[in-house]
């Protein structure tokens, strides 16, 4: 085989780009549990609701008349694959937190699905209210379709895909963790790629 020492060098980059376990793909995977939601407009409401000051009722057409963002982040399933580069565009979850104003007393975010298993995943305050974390409408410059949660999904770059919940429909702040679906069923609760916190029983603490 031909030395090619171009394709070396974008290997040694990609390397240090990829969490520990996880292999690159140039496809977009697709994973779930339970049959993709239907989506109809006009029931559609996305609610913010618990320890907050201003309870938020949408309608589909006033989420998409919010302020929209756009970040590029690598996405890590832990199931090992990771896809590198994924143009996101939506609505900033600080838009969110803005609107709904969570109590001091709320230290954690259980995110709420309308699939019809009920999908939940929750995260600290700390790793929900980021810059960069966003409810996309858009992927790599279309519509997110179905498959991947469209039209609506959140994403959480830093944490592996399952905090990404898709089909969102709703966000509960609360005072007290509650783990969502993966992370009762023995999956990590905080889920940091980079530190491989795959599994519940790796838990420290
Ligand atoms: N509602 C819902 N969201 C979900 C899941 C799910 O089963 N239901 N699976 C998660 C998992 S395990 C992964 S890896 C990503 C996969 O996103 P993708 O299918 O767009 O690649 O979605 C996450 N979000
Ligand atoms: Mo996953």
Redesign the pocket.
């Known amino acids: 085989m031909l030395w090619r020492p171009g394709k070396d060098k974008a290997k040694a980059r990609s390397t240090e780009r990829l969490p520990p376990g996880q292999k690159l793909v140039k496809g977009?995977?697709?994973?779930?549990?339970?049959p993709i939601p239907d989506f109809n407009a006009a029931t559609w409401r996305f609610r913010v609701w618990g320890d907050v000051e201003n309870p938020v009722k949408l309608s589909w057409a006033e989420l998409n008349d919010l302020p929209k963002i756009a970040v590029t982040r690598d996405?890590h399933?832990?199931?090992t694959?990771s896809?590198y580069d994924n143009l996101w565009e939506g609505v900033s979850v600080k838009t969110m937190i803005d609107l709904a104003r969570p109590r001091d007393t709320a230290t954690h975010v259980l995110v709420h699905?309308y699939?019809s298993?009920d999908?939940t995943?929750n995260l600290p305050m700390g790793d929900f209210a980021r810059d960069d974390n966003l409810l996309a409408l858009r992927?790599d410059g279309a519509p997110l379709t179905p498959?991947?949660?469209g039209p609506i999904?959140l994403v959480v770059h830093h944490l592996?895909?399952?905090?990404?919940?898709?089909?969102?429909c709703g966000l509960e702040f609360l005072p007290a963790d509650r783990r969502g679906?993966?992370e009762e069923r023995g999956y990590h609760n905080r889920a940091d790629p980079w530190l491989e916190e795959r599994y519940s029983y790796q838990e420290k603490d």
């Open positions: 977009f995977p697709v994973l779930h549990e339970g996405f399933c832990v199931t694959w896809r699905c699939d298993i999908y995943t992927h498959e991947h949660g999904r592996y895909a399952w905090k990404s919940a898709k089909w969102v679906f993966w």
